[in-house]
């Protein structure tokens, strides 16, 4: 019998016995499940956490805030440094002038759905040419605020995780009545996360002057960030850093990207559990047979075709599991809105993301366990001698 | 009823339930085992010999009848006063020596010890003196699957006598051993009834296992046939 | 007893299989003491909060300040006890990624209201005459090695100072420790009346307000009171007892804590699983043992006992292990993660926990089996074997 041959008999009998030890084969099937939905799960999250913020950035758009204020909230620009900004080399125009956008950024409370407690949103004070920047902006639902009114719009992330912002809806910020007209939407990115009206509204409410808090400028082609570094060096009433807007929200991530190493520390130490768990029920099946594999042995078929014959066992067990954990955990997380304290002590809303990769990730880890628990103990099985199997009873 | 007897089985009856059907073992058994005996049961499968063994060795319970054991009726009582009544009473000896696989000979041997008060030394020396009645005393510190099958035996025989038991059950002693290794464990058995004092009973399909015996007894169908009737050698003896 | 000694070579039977089985024990429990930990250090706020303390904040949100002519306004509600008020600074050290807990207080009132804070008298008397002075808690001090006496320039990524910067020089004037090892003090205090003199915008207003009621009980009525007295006013407040502000300030944090630890105990849990599984089937090899040693006259209820007792050692020397790896990591990471994470603590609550857990793997893996036992009948146990 050639070894294909061989080890095609040997699997069909292991895998027409797999009802036998269900106990057995459920657990592998288990465990290897587990690791692969708590791997997908943290890494889900951590995609769909990073495609938040980082499709938020965008690499042509420079970021001026003051200089060590680190984040908006803490940030404040005066009326007159917006004019000087708009003058700094290498910022791009449209047909209604410089597109640079300064805005304001107040922090609210809003009632999240899951718990029902108070929870901080951004409410940011934006004028026309900060739309004409945010390249995915659109209204999804009414229309647009009306500058100059209290009337706000609510991004599609707010509508999901906060309750009250459904549209026409009128909302209470301490003394401030505001009338839900839009629900907006930026392809999913962080500004989803927020409430948008027209600045000079608030700067009446929230006594800001003319005063804004950050600025946002659309790049030429051609623009270095270093002139503008040097625009500003050299102008002694600009006290404002610049960075991407990409580079700020990169490091505004940061903090959560530690919620990410975290996933993943603790899946691997997870799966090193659950591998010893597969392992444990490899061996135990593997040694409830000895005497079947002694047998085949005896009569002829290699040792080869045995140890194939179990490690196959072992990887169809696991992958089986790593595709039900895959499964398990595409209908539990894909798409799942979750929400977190971002930068600024605001919320960020943000969804799992599971992509085919992921999901391959999954499946080659359930591989990984299949082989490591199925190669030990067949290669006991198989390098035992014939005699010594037999002897060993039960 | 005479001090003589150790063992009376009065009328016992034993039937299973197998479905809508009742199988009957035994429907009428009447026996008397004597201190002292060593006797052979000998029978075709299905004869009923495992089944007396059982009630005899206290771990079935009879449908009906009396056994009485030492002047006492053991049918009836309750499971943890059996496991009691064997602990004092009974050695065990099976076809395939049951020996726990993780102990080494002297543990094994100890085992029955572990269900009286005897301090450890004392279960020590007792455990010494079996295993040197049974010939292993230079093996005690072996695993059994460092032992061939007579030293199993013989270890197993040295924990069925290490508490001193008034009866010793064999099951098939011998079914798992050559020849001579046979011989060799009979004649243990025989010494243990000779000189020790120890009755004995065996089941066997042996004849020359049988032939050890003082007396050997035929179980056919639930029924003991031929002329080794109980009754006829106490008779006779 | 003298069964242990049996209880000790079954247990010990198959090396490899200990192993294994200790193994997936050891980390199922070193990841429960990791992470129950860390969910007590985010917790540990809500649960050091005093009982009558209340804090009052703009309804808006807590980023908003107050009118400073407010904090009167409190003291005179009834049922009021003491006031003080705080500022958030934004302070960091030397970098902007440094960040230092800092508030700028009332010197007079704070040590006052949080009464758990621990100040050494000549210390306090020494901060109260220097207006630049600063008060640091123990372990910030620890985190940057600071003494009594060291000048440390501390900057504001928020406020300017009137000379130009944003840094201030402060002077280490003393260091509070806490009457409980669980109250954070990873943070430090400086003169309010300094601050506002100090920074560039001026001002007359504070960030929140804290005081402490006459009674517990007192606590909605005084909350309402407040609210009620600033309604439809320029700033109205919002307040709640600190532990509801801090358990709402956790929340924020938001499901993905919930969804995080809810995704690492239903692992935990799974593993769990995994080794009752392993144990209960090689229990069940033993069916022709357990067998055995019934006939030799073991009684069914120490034989129970038996197998109770080795699964529950089997469970205890994963667990423990476990557990003991968790302690030295949390110990390990408090010290790395000071900054970000206070008071992270292996603390007993959580010991007893995982004990529980511990004996409660030990009896279910091994219920069933010891069950069996007890039910096993010796013959038909005979015929199987």
Known sequence: MSLLAQSSAVIGMNIKSLPRRLWMSLAMVLASAVVVAVLLAFLAMAKGFEATLQSAGQEDVAFFIRTGSAAELNSSVMKEQVDLLREAPGIASDENGKLVSPELYVIVDGTKRSSGTDANIPLRGIEQQGLALRNNFKIVQGRLFTPGTDELIVGEGVLRQFEGFELGKEVRFGKNRWTVVGVFSTGGNVFESELWADAKVIQTLYNRGSSYQS?????????????????????????????TEANYFAVQGEGLSYMAIFGRVISAVMALGALAGALNTMYTSVSDRAKEIATLRAIGFSNLSAFIGTMAEALVLALFGGVLGALAAFLLFDGLSASTLGGSFTQVVFSFEMTGQLVMQGIWLALFIGFISGFFPAWRATSVPVAVAFQSRG | MSDDNLFELKAVAKRFKKGKETISIFDDLNMTIKRGDFLAIM????????????????????????????????????EGDLAKWRANNIGFIFQFYNLMPMLNAAKNVELPLLLTSLSSKQRQQRVDTALQLVGLADRAKHMPSEMSGGQLQRVAIARAVVSDPKLLLCDEPTGDLDRQTADEILEMLQLLNREFGKTIIMVTHDPAAARHATHTLHLDKGQFVGKDEPELQEKSA | MKDLYLVYKNLTRKKLRLFLTSFAIFIAFLIFGAVTALQGALNSGVEMSADNRLVVFNKINFTQSLPYAYVNKVSGIEGVNQVTFANWFGGYYQEPANQVVTMAVDPDSYFEVYSELVVAPEQKANWLQNQAGVMVGERLAKVNNWQIGDRIPVSSNIFSNKNGGQTWDLVVEGIFTASDPQVDTGYMVFHYKYFMETQSWGGDYVGWIVLTTDDPALNEQVANAIDESFANSQAETDTSTEKAFNKAFIEQIGNIGLIIFGVVFMAFFTILVLVGNTMVLAIRERTGEIAVLKTLGFSSPRIFRMILTESCLLAFIGGLLGLGAAYLVVGALSQMMARFLPNLVLGPDIVLQALGYMLLLGLITGIAPAYQALRLNIITAFARG
């Open chain 2, 43 to 78: 029978g075709p499968s299905g004869s009923g010999k495992t089944t007396l063994l059982n009630l005899l060795g206290g771990v079935d319970q009879p449908t009906g009848g009396e056994i009485v054991f030492d002047g006492a009726r053991i049918d009836g009582l309750s």
């Open chain 1, 215 to 243: 600025v946002r400028a659309k790049l030429t082609a051609d623009a270095r960030l270093e002139d503008i570094q040097a625009y500003i060096k050299n102008e002694p009433r600009l006290n404002q850093e610049v960075q």
